[in-house]
C-alpha cells in the first residue's frame, strides 16, 4: 500500500482575524477555463452565518454541518463579508446594520474545482481549500478522501479493523480509490485512543463518487464539538484498468500493512 498525503491549500481569512492568504497554488491550466467551481463546507459546529460575496448575500443561514455549491466563480479577487446570521437578511451586504466578523478578498484560481471549509485551527475558526481529485476511477469503484480540519492531534484511520491511513496530521489529506461496498470506518489517536465523535462505523460508498470526509470542531473547546462532515462528487469512470505505478513515497509503517488490499492509497 502506497500511500501520498498532501497539505491543503490554505486560503482565505481566520473568522474574527485580518489575515489574508492567497492561493495561487489551486490555478489550472485547463485552456479556456477561467471560471472555477466552489463548494463551501461549514464545519464549525453551532455558528450559522451569512455569507456574502461580491457584497451580495450568497449563502443565507449557512447552518454548521452542511456543504453549498458549486458556486461558479470568475477568476480574480472576490470581497467576501460572512456576518452572523439573522431573519431575512438583506441582499446587499452594505445594508448589514450590524459588523462583519469576516471581510476580506479571497483571491479565486482560475478553472479550478475546490472546496473550501470552515474549521477550527489553534483554537480559531478559519478557512482552508482543497483542490478536489475528479480525476477517473475503475468501474465499480470510488474515491474516498479523509481530511484533517479538526483541531485535534494526529490520528490513525482504520479500515475493516486495520490501519489504513497512520498519523494523518492537522491540516492535511488522504485518499484512496477502493471498491465500492460496505466498510467499518474507525479513528482513533496515534496511541489507539478510540475517538468515537469521528468513528463513523459502517459506511456505505457508492461507485464512481469521489466520497470527502471532514473532521471538524474542537478537541478541547467543548462549544465546537469533534464531528465528521461529508461530502459527495461524482467522478468518471475509466474505459480500462490501470496499471498501478511503482510509490514514489517512503513505505507505510507496518502496521498499515494488513490494508493493502483494501483499500490502494494513492493521494
Not at 55 to 71: K, S, Y
Not at 143 to 152: F, L, M, Q
Request: charged share 10%; no cysteine.
Amino acid at each position: 500500500m502506497s500511500i501520498t498525503r498532501r497539505r491543503p491549500l490554505v486560503a482565505a481569512f481566520a473568522l474574527l482575524a485580518a489575515l489574508v492568504v492567497a492561493i495561487p497554488v489551486l490555478a489550472s491550466d485547463r485552456a479556456g477555463a477561467a471560471d472555477s467551481q466552489v463548494y463551501v463546507v461549514h464545519g464549525i459546529p453551532g455558528v450559522a452565518v451569512d455569507v456574502y460575496a461580491g457584497g451580495t448575500l450568497a449563502l443565507p443561514g449557512f447552518q454548521p454541518g452542511t456543504t453549498a455549491g458549486p458556486l461558479t466563480l470568475p477568476q480574480g479577487d472576490l470581497p467576501v463579508l460572512v456576518f452572523v446570521a439573522i431573519t431575512d437578511p438583506p441582499q446587499a451586504a452594505a445594508d448589514r446594520g450590524d459588523s462583519p466578523v469576516i471581510d476580506q478578498v479571497i483571491p479565486v484560481p482560475s478553472g479550478a474545482d475546490v472546496s473550501l471549509v470552515a474549521n477550527i485551527e489553534g483554537g480559531t475558526p478559519n478557512l482552508q481549500a482543497f483542490a478536489n481529485d475528479l480525476s477517473a476511477v475503475p468501474a465499480g469503484s470510488a474515491r474516498v478522501t479523509v481530511r484533517h480540519t479538526a483541531d485535534a492531534p494526529a490520528v490513525d484511520v482504520l479500515v475493516n479493523g486495520a490501519v489504513a491511513i497512520p498519523g494523518l496530521a492537522p491540516g492535511t489529506e488522504a485518499s484512496a480509490v477502493l471498491p465500492a461496498g460496505t466498510y467499518d470506518i474507525q479513528v482513533q489517536l496515534t496511541d489507539g485512543t478510540p475517538i468515537a465523535a469521528l468513528s463513523p462505523g459502517t459506511v456505505d460508498i457508492p461507485a464512481a463518487r469521489n466520497v470527502i470526509v471532514y473532521a471538524v470542531g474542537s478537541a478541547s473547546d467543548q462549544d465546537f464539538p469533534l464531528g465528521l462532515v461529508q461530502q459527495v462528487l461524482e467522478v468518471p469512470v475509466q474505459d480500462a484498468p490501470v496499471t498501478p505505478t511503482t510509490p514514489t513515497t517512503a513505505p507505510a509503517p507496518a502496521a498499515a500493512a494488513a490494508a493493502t488490499a483494501s483499500p490502494s492509497f494513492t493521494g
